[in-house]
């Protein structure tokens, strides 16, 4: 199934329905959104995939920072970091984003995860720091209080992996893997959506992670730097284990745009064993 | 490489800590924390908040070139740490810029026990207006055996937590505090950075151990620094996350690891000044040390880094 190549098509992949519940009159920017935990997100292991969990938090914690970042700006994302709780999640899915910090220069916003199937249990807790921009013709237009609603699929859609063409390089270690630059992964501004380039160290991490440990791993908590953006392709994700520790691997994600010869990216990544 | 006489002061926990960095000509910087009693959590290893403070040291000086003639203010630190033992006369880092943009400069730096990888770290800092009052980084870098941070052994005569004045109110809570002083204080009269990490990781260390019911060990922080913590007392609170247990028979209970979401408010400014999340971990056993160190000693030998 085809979901558009306006820019949105991530944000519709992971389906959030985020509505403004602040009081905006006043300054106040707060999101809360709802995710149903479709089937193509989930794990192998039969939670949420890491990276569709990064896309969703950088989709509603950015969305957030652009709304403080009003009326002169927008936002790009910086840096995103995430640590999950240590449970399975059943979905539906509760996002809820504040502002932390509005600056000049930088916003940064939280995203707190939470489990409407398991009585609201936290699942996950992100921090995204964005950097404000001045558009060429403006930032975009919402009506506030802002609703940026998901249509739901009409028909199933691949697992994360397929739907971004995530693919093996052949004669590399596992951990090496790579996308191209599609119009369906780039965001708005044309460039590779921060939750595709979340993605591709999610699985890289675990590629590694498993071969190192001789077993299933899970991407758990992440700390991605956004580094240059990524415009050409292909895009590829190196990653390599670092040291084994009580709850799994640390893993250095390297993220490249091959078509730029540019470091795209840097994350560290904790790989833990899959339940 | 002095940057500015007053600071730090005679008493100060960087003397203590007795940390050397040289800022390099080809952009990197080298740092070396020499390992003392002082600096060891209760089960031996250094304490993530010591080693983040370590990771600090290197990456303001690295930032403040990448940023001059501006200055710069901490605005995230991530370090994950390996299990390889510290039982190590020093600790060994090396830091690098990734970026420098007019707004943020984001660097890396890695850490090494002796031949062994000991963690990660990635640091973000806000680009700032000069100040009369910000140190003037010199033209050139120095080379070679310099330091802006002098000490010849550590100066701790207890742990360093008491030094720093880190006292825990209620464990379950994962209530800490801290008064500011000149001993802990950065340049700018606020609590350094590396000690507000040592904070956050005594704050999750005690709650989640205490929901554990056995003691856990830090081995991941992820910082964000909201506002400088001038005021005080500043407080802590920990949010529990969870606390992971063997999902299969016949493994018991015993928790594995957990983590936790921490808050820091300036009290006296009444303000959020950090957030914190923290991963800790059963404490690392011995087998597990000696097989990581002998990985890396076969695959990363000591000097090709």
Known sequence: MEIGDDGRSVARYVGVDLREVGDWE?????????????????????????GALLTMCDNVGG????????????????????????????GPMRLRSTVLRAGKAAIVTDVRVTDSGADDAIVADAVLTSAVLIPEGGPPHWARPAHMQAPPP???????????????VPGEPAGVVELDITDAVRNPWGIMHGGVTASLVDVAAERAGAAHLGLPVESADVALHFLAPSRVGPVRATATVMGERGDGVVVLVEVRDTGRDRVAARAVVTARPAA | MVLDASYPPAQHMLRDLALTVEHHEDGTSVGRLPVADALLDGHGRVRAGILATLVDAIGGGLAAYAAAPGWIATADLDLQLSGAPTEVAAIDAVGRVLRAGRSTVVLAVDLFAGPAP???????????????????????????????????????????????????????????????HPYVENSLGAVQGGVVATVVERAAEV???????RPLQPVGVQLTYLALARE?????????????????????????????????????????????????TRPIKRSVQERSVQERSVKEPHGDR
């Open chain 1, 26 to 50: 006043a300054g106040e920017v707060i999101g809360e959104a709802t995710s149903p935990l479709h089937e193509h997100l989930r794990a192998p292991g039969g939670g949420i995939r890491t």
């Open chain 1, 63 to 90: 969305f957030c920072a652009g709304l403080a970042a009003l009326p002169e700006g927008w936002v790009v994302s910086t840096n995103l970091s995430l640590t999950l709780a240590p449970r399975r999640v059943r």
């Open chain 1, 154 to 168: 009409t028909g199933a859609l691949a697992p994360l992996v397929e739907w971004l063409g995530i693919r093996d």
């Open chain 2, 118 to 180: 000991l963690g990660l770290a990635t640091m973000t800092f806000a680009v700032l207006p000069r100040r009369a009052s910000n140190p003037v980084m010199p033209a050139d870098r120095a080379t070679g055996p310099q330091s802006f941070i002098s000490g010849r052994a550590s100066g701790f005569s207890g742990p360093a937590l008491d030094a720093f004045g880190v006292r825990t109110v209620d464990a379950a809570g994962g209530h800490v505090e801290l008064e500011p």
């Open chain 2, 207 to 213: 709650a989640l151990s205490h929901a554990a019911g």
């Open chain 2, 232 to 280: 005080g007392p500043i407080r802590s609170s920990v949010e529990v996350l969870g606390i992971a247990r063997p999902a299969i028979d016949g493994l018991g209970n015993e928790p594995r690891w957990g983590s936790a979401r921490v808050t820091l408010v300036d009290e006296g400014a009444n303000r959020r000044t950090t957030i914190g999340r923290v991963v800790a």
